[in-house]
């Protein structure tokens, strides 16, 4: 009985900061209400290592599909083949002026790929906080494909029904941990029935190590166009390059696949369905689907 008083009295109090912030913040208008899905499926591309068999397997698949890709995408090959509709940029990474060398380097190289590249649709999704930086605008005036969708980002994982209602409302979001969650909360809003992953191995774990000098490292090799999987690298947890302590990085991940069971709830009350369809995955809280066994998902 206690630990249910300690609950309400919990969802209770987040429940009233949260009505403050968007009070304070003015969230309740949101412009990523205007995206609407054009199809009934939609694929979202992670960049896992998984993701690269998975192409090589699996580009009939995408033919009919509406398709998110993600981050440093657009620099590789397979963006012109794919050409996705939508591209996510939710990480500081991508728009701060105070990111670390390297990250600029390849936010470049990234938008270099965008302007010379997309002779098609682009949506870029960012969050608001991205517009005040004004370089993701600089795509948009570079290639008259491109244009830029700002979303608010009020953070809110509190009671069931009232989360439901906030999210449908485009009022909040879950903690977007990673740019993936972020994908399927979109994708979802914008009213895709099924919709499934690919490249989410989320497999950091096995590329994880300490050194001797108590540095958290991973390998370099955890995306599926990184050329080199033998280089250990300080796992960075911001875009300013500060380093993850080991402690920090655990609960970082609880809170991503915490975030996906959240998901995985919201889309049941949409009636819409989320298909893991990596070939590799650590995620547990969607349907596993394997492109080729079945033609279509069932419902």
Request: net charge positive; charged share 25%.
């Amino acid at each position: 009985m206690f630990e249910n008083t300690k609950k309400f009295t919990a969802d209770a109090f987040e429940t009233a900061a949260f009505i403050v912030r968007v009070a304070m913040n003015g969230s309740l208008t949101n412009p990523i209400r205007s995206l609407k899905a054009g199809r009934n499926d939609c694929v979202i591309l992670g960049n896992g290592p998984s993701l690269s068999d998975s192409l090589k397997e699996g580009l009939p698949f995408l033919k009919d599909k509406t398709v998110f890709c993600m981050g440093e995408f657009p620099a590789t090959m397979e963006y012109e083949r794919i050409k996705p509709e939508y591209c996510l940029m939710i990480d500081g990474v991508y728009f701060s002026s105070e990111a670390d060398a390297q990250f600029i380097k390849n936010r470049e190289r990234t938008f270099n790929a965008i302007v010379k590249k997309t002779a098609w649709p682009l949506v870029i999704i960012a969050p608001y906080r991205a517009k005040k930086e004004k370089v993701l605008e600089g795509l948009a005036a570079q290639n008259k494909n491109v244009r830029i969708a700002y979303f608010n980002n009020s953070q809110f994982i509190g009671p069931r029904n009232f989360r439901h209602y906030v999210y449908r409302k485009n009022i909040a979001s879950p903690i977007f941990q990673n740019t993936l969650i972020a994908g399927i909360f979109f994708a979802l809003n914008m009213g895709y029935r099924k919709i499934f992953l690919l490249g989410a191995d989320h497999s950091w774990l096995e590329e994880t190590i300490v050194r001797d000098d108590n540095v958290l490292c991973i390998k370099r090799g955890y995306h599926f166009f990184d050329k080199d999987d033998t280089v250990l690298v300080p796992n960075l947890k911001s875009y300013k390059g500060e380093n993850f302590k080991l402690h920090e990085f655990l609960r970082a991940l609880a809170l991503t696949f915490e975030g996906y069971f959240i998901l995985e709830d919201y889309a049941r009350y949409l009636g819409s369905k989320v298909y893991n369809a990596s070939g590799k995955s650590y995620i547990d809280a969607f349907e596993r689907f394997k492109i080729g066994e079945r033609a279509e998902a069932k419902r």
